[in-house]
C-alpha cells in the first residue's frame, strides 16, 4: 500500500498510509480509538473510496482489477455481522452460494475449525460475542482466502474468547499459510499474536512493517516501543 489518503469532510481520516505485508504474515495495525485503522481497512476492501494512493493485493491493483484483487481476500470490518435469525450451519451455507466450489464438507470442517460443531443447528442470535466472531471468521474463510483482513477481533471478548480467536489466527497462519492483516488497539494483543507491527496515530503511520522480534532486542515490550515511537513522532 502506497499513500493511501481519505480524509472525511470533516478533516479527519488519514494520510499518506504506506507499508507492506509479505505472505506468511500475521501483520498488526496498532493505535489507538479514532487512530484510522478501519478507514484504511475499509479503504483497501473498498468499503469507502481512496482519494489517493495505490494498493496493491497479490499483485492486482486495487483500483483497476478489484475483483481480482478482492477474489483472494476474506475480511471482517468493523463488526462480525451474522444473520441472527439462521443458524451456524444455515449463515455458512446462505453466503456458500456466492462463491463456487464450497461443497458440505467444506462447510462442516469450518465449522469445526472454529469450534462451533455442537452449535452447527443453533441460531446465531443466541450465540456468544467470541461465537459470534468465531462464525463471522468461518463465513470470511469460505472462498479460501489467502489474505484475512479482520477489524479488532478481539474487541469486546472475555479472555476465553480471546484465547481461541488468538490461537485459531496462528494455526491458520501456521498450517494454511494464511496471512493476515489485523488491526487492535490492544499492544498486548499485538504482541502475542503478530509477528510484524504497524502503528498509526491521528490518522498518520508512525512506524511500519518491524518484527516484534527485533522490537523486543531493543524493548522490554511492544507496550514499551509504542510510547517511545508516538512520544517520538511528538504525539504525547
Ligand atoms: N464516516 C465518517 N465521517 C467522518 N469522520 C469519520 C468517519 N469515519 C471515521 N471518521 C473519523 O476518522 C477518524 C478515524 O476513524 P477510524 O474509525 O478509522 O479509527 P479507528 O482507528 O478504527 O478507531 P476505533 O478503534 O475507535 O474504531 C476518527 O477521528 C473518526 O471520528
Redesign the pocket.
Known amino acids: 500500500m502506497a499513500g493511501l489518503t481519505k480524509i472525511?469532510?470533516?478533516g479527519?481520516?488519514?494520510k499518506d498510509i504506506t507499508f507492506d505485508v509479505y505472505t506468511g504474515d500475521i501483520f498488526g495495525f496498532l493505535?489507538?480509538?479514532?487512530?484510522?485503522?478501519?478507514?484504511?481497512m475499509k479503504g483497501i476492501t473498498g468499503l469507502n473510496t481512496i482519494q489517493k494512493g495505490n494498493v496493491r493485493i497479490l499483485g492486482y491493483d486495487l483500483n483497476f482489477q478489484f475483483e481480482s484483487a478482492m477474489r483472494n481476500v476474506g475480511s471482517i470490518i468493523e463488526t462480525a455481522d451474522v444473520y441472527e435469525y439462521m443458524s451456524a450451519y444455515e449463515n455458512l451455507k446462505f453466503v456458500s452460494r456466492f462463491y463456487k466450489n464450497v461443497n458440505e464438507e467444506d462447510i462442516d470442517n469450518l465449522l469445526e475449525l472454529v469450534n462451533l460443531t455442537k452449535y452447527k443447528q443453533e441460531k446465531a442470535g443466541k450465540f456468544s460475542l467470541g461465537m459470534k466472531q468465531r462464525l463471522a471468521l468461518a463465513r470470511a474463510l469460505l472462498p479460501n482466502p489467502k489474505l484475512i483482513i479482520l477489524?479488532?477481533p478481539t474487541n469486546g471478548l472475555d479472555i476465553e474468547g480471546t484465547v481461541q480467536m488468538r490461537n485459531l489466527i496462528k494455526e491458520l497462519a501456521e498450517k494454511r499459510k494464511m496471512t493476515f492483516f489485523i488491526?487492535s488497539?490492544l499492544v498486548h494483543e499485538v504482541e502475542l499474536m503478530c509477528n510484524k507491527v504497524a502503528i498509526?496515530h491521528e490518522?498518520r503511520l508512525v512506524n511500519s512493517g518491524i518484527s516484534i522480534e527485533s522490537i523486543k532486542k531493543d524493548f522490554n515490550s511492544l507496550e514499551d516501543f509504542y510510547l517511545d515511537q508516538v512520544k517520538e513522532g511528538g504525539k504525547v
Do not use: W
Not at 493505535?31 to 484504511?40: D, L, Q, S, Y
Open positions: 472525511y469532510k470533516n479527519r481520516g488519514v493505535g489507538p480509538n479514532g487512530a484510522g485503522k478501519t478507514t484504511v477489524d479488532e488491526s488497539h498509526i490518522g
